[in-house]
């Protein structure tokens, strides 16, 4: 518990003080249990303008939920936003990224616009559900810092040195811009606000501002981007 501390305690702040150098916004997917015990710290997000996101409550496994304990975690994480901050929202990143069959119609039924989970495409597409579609902003393991950065007891990959992840990392950007298609990287405060790892999350930065044509946006707006692409919308082609 003391190391995810570290994420509201030190690590937001850090990666605040980032974003704001170069004028970037990102999106913040926050469970319950952090807008209660860390209030300041999200708050912080929000007045800096921020996207704000749901991520549970404990950051419970909705694979782990029957149909009834999904619906009361999600009803309750939602209590909390309004009572803490007076914010309904609208995009939704699953702890773990599990999601359960029914999971996007309980989305779409509770106000959400999109969801940001599923490793189907590279690009939004829509999760089609009986309430209507869901926009969906896919994620991929290769752009999430746990994976490289996480100590785990009886791992034999140790600890990758933020150069090599910022290789990696913007390989796959190039090839995603050769491909037009949606550069979304996960980061934990508590994993990549430390000292280091910032330092080579500037790198990338700068990487991705060297090459033209890139929008930079929060999770939101390309969710919001590509419900417009599916009613026709002129304007945002």
């Not at 150098?21 to 999106?27: E, S």
């Not at 704000?52 to 009834?68: I, K, P, Q, S």
């Not at 707006?221 to 919308?233: D, K, T, V």
Request: proline fraction near 7%; charged fraction near 25%; glycine fraction near 10%.
């Amino acid at each position: 518990m003391e190391e995810r501390r570290f994420g509201p305690r030190t690590g937001i702040p850090r990666i605040l003080r980032l974003l704001d150098r170069y004028g970037l916004r990102g999106t913040f997917y926050v469970p319950g249990y952090t807008i209660v015990h860390h209030p300041e710290a999200i708050r912080s997000i929000r007045d800096a303008g921020h996207e704000l996101g749901a991520h549970g409550n404990v950051h419970e496994t909705l694979d782990t939920l029957d149909a009834a304990q999904e619906k009361r975690v999600l009803e309750d994480q939602l209590e909390i936003w309004q009572s803490q901050l007076s914010i309904r929202p609208t995009g939704y990143r699953s702890p773990s990224w599990e999601l359960n069959v029914g999971t996007p119609m309980l989305l779409k039924q509770h106000g959400f616009t999109y969801d940001s989970s599923l490793m189907g495409d590279d690009i939004p597409y829509d999760l089609e559900t009986p309430a209507g579609p869901l926009v969906e902003v896919p994620v991929q393991w290769l752009l999430d810092d746990a994976p490289f950065y996480r100590h785990v007891y009886g791992s034999s990959n140790g600890i990758a040195d933020p150069d090599r992840v910022i290789r990696l990392w913007a390989q796959e950007f190039d090839g995603l811009v050769d491909e037009n298609g949606c550069f979304v990287l996960t980061m934990h405060p508590w994993i990549s606000g430390r000292a280091g790892r910032l330092r080579g999350l500037e790198q990338l930065i700068r990487h991705i501002r060297g090459t033209p044509g890139v929008w930079w946006a929060t999770v939101g707006e390309i969710a919001e981007w590509a419900a417009a692409q599916r009613h026709g919308n002129p304007e945002r082609e």
